[in-house]
């Protein structure tokens, strides 16, 4: 098991730096749950646990000052305790999702904790010394690392005996409710997301997926090539802007006028 929490520890690192950094979505919950299946010796299981998580934790994103919930520690410990548990989606979804709630407070707390190595990396600034700034930098990712490896350390360490006990406990009317939950929370998922990106003009296409989908029967994949196929031909049949000549283009310039009307001069 220590070998097991070592591994599952390792994912968290490489999903935390990337978070912090990079940037190549190895954080997402599709790939930390693919590798903490991996690891654990069932990749399918990590899959279907990640990808679960992935369609719920679509819309979540910070925004401003708004810390989002964990969902790197969450992902990864709910998929390695579901995998650990013998229990699967079920497991993982009901442990990820207040893991990631309890967690987020310790990202804020790692991240007010940065607040004294960029005080540090200020003062280096100002005396010149480049070298120090990013020495700080990193000291602060460190941080950041520590606060999000060492909850994921100890809980596939001592929790998995213990998750698979307490669901042996819990009765079956309550495990086929969570069951249920688990189809419905994917739904949330696209919500929050659709709660973002919905606007006015946009309405009809979510319109044609649902079409396709519910009396259509065609299948994610087919639905999403057909909104490439739609997105296309709005696009060819109807430009957001135009390219117009007027006295300014002897000079050097043109004027780009867009669909409301208004002149826009690019130099």
């Known amino acids: 098991m220590l070998v097991q929490a070592c591994l599952v520890a390792l994912v968290g690192i490489v999903a935390t730096i990337d978070y912090n950094g990079p940037l190549f979505m190895i954080h997402r919950p599709l790939v930390t749950g693919t590798m903490v299946g991996l690891v654990l010796g069932d990749i399918a299981q990590g899959v279907m646990i990640g990808a679960t998580l992935e369609l719920m934790w679509l819309g979540v994103t910070g925004i401003g000052g708004y810390t989002p919930p964990d969902t790197i520690s969450g992902a990864i410990i709910g998929t390695a305790l579901g995998i650990l548990s013998g229990q699967g989606t079920t497991a993982g979804i009901a442990i990820a999702v207040p893991v990631a709630v309890i967690t987020q407070q310790l990202d804020v707390l790692a991240k007010t904790a940065d ?3 960029v005080k540090k990396a200020d003062a280096a600034a100002e005396r010149g010394d480049i070298s120090k700034i990013g020495l700080y930098q990193f000291a602060c990712l460190g941080i950041i690392v520590l606060f999000k490896v060492v909850p994921i350390f100890l809980a596939v360490l001592v929790g998995g005996e213990y998750v698979q006990h307490l669901f042996d406990m819990i009765p079956e009317v309550v495990m086929k409710g969570l069951n249920v939950a688990g189809g419905l929370l994917p739904a949330i998922g696209f919500g ?8 006015k003009d946009n309405w009809v296409f979510l319109l044609v997926g649902f079409i396709c989908a519910a009396f259509g029967g065609m299948s994610t994949i087919a639905i999403t090539f ?6 296309y031909l709005v696009i060819w049949m109807r430009p957001d802007a135009h390219v117009v000549t007027n006295d300014a283009s002897e000079a050097g310039s043109v004027v780009v006028e867009n669909s409301d009307g208004e002149e826009v001069y690019d130099l």
């Open 192 to 199: 929050m997301l659709l709660n973002m990106m919905l606007k």
């Open 115 to 117: 607040i004294f190595f």
């Open 226 to 231: 057909v909104g490439v196929a739609v997105s």
